[in-house]
């Protein structure tokens, strides 16, 4: 099963190398929740900033006006595989166009316990609003910070 992970991951990167190539992680801020509402877990927002660092227009996976689906994989040690961290949505995905040189924000709550740890984001592109496949576009490997030493912060969604 490890192997086919690894295989798949690898395929995606290969095959993926130039959209990858068309958007870069500005800044990843971890902001600690004003109350816990789980039972399961203490957790904390994950804010994402990502730039389209093209000449042209993309089109993001999303629920307009600007939420976009953006997926991640966590690796939890050295030697685990990527464990990919779903999110379920009940409405219509659209393609949601970023121009060149825009950001764009995802806002994800993630568990404390994984502060540190490993993490990629992946999320469906296109060069159309009418494109249903696209691309999808893996990037990162990045540490999920630790949290301010201070205060509570809403994000903005």
Same mark, same amino acid.
């Given at each position: 099963?490890? =192997?086919? +992970?690894?295989?798949?991951?690898?395929?995606?990167?290969?095959?993926?190398?130039?959209?990858?190539?068309?958007?870069?992680? %500005?800044?990843?801020?971890?902001?600690?929740?004003?109350?816990?509402?789980?039972?399961?877990?203490?957790?904390?927002?994950? @804010?994402?900033?990502? @730039?389209?660092?093209?000449?042209? +227009?993309?089109?993001?996976?999303?629920?307009?006006?600007?939420?976009?689906?953006?997926?991640?994989?966590? %690796?939890?040690?050295? #030697?685990?595989?990527?464990?990919?961290?779903?999110?379920?949505?009940?409405?219509?995905? $659209?393609?949601?166009?970023?121009?060149?040189?825009?950001?764009?924000?995802?806002?994800? %709550?993630?568990? $404390?316990?994984?502060?540190?740890?490993?993490?990629?984001?992946?999320?469906? $592109?296109?060069? =159309?609003? @009418?494109?249903?496949?696209?691309?999808? +576009?893996?990037?990162?490997?990045?540490?999920?910070?630790?949290?301010?030493?201070?205060?509570? $912060?809403?994000? #903005?969604?």
């Amino acid at each position: 099963m490890k =192997s086919l +992970v690894f295989f798949t991951l690898g395929l995606l990167i290969l095959a993926l190398g130039e959209a990858e190539a068309q958007w870069e992680i %500005r800044r990843v801020e971890a902001q600690p929740m004003e109350a816990q509402t789980s039972e399961v877990s203490e957790d904390f927002w994950l @804010r994402l900033t990502l @730039r389209n660092t093209s000449k042209k +227009v993309i089109y993001v996976q999303g629920i307009e006006p600007n939420w976009f689906m953006i997926e991640a994989f966590i %690796r939890k040690g050295p #030697d685990a595989v990527w464990e990919r961290q779903n999110t379920g949505v009940d409405r219509e995905l $659209v393609m949601i166009p970023v121009a060149p040189g825009d950001e764009i924000v995802s806002v994800r %709550r993630e568990s $404390v316990a994984d502060i540190g740890k490993s993490m990629m984001l992946t999320f469906l $592109v296109a060069h =159309s609003p @009418r494109d249903t496949s696209g691309s999808r +576009v893996l990037l990162g490997d990045f540490k999920i910070p630790a949290l301010p030493k201070s205060g509570a $912060v809403t994000p #903005d969604p």
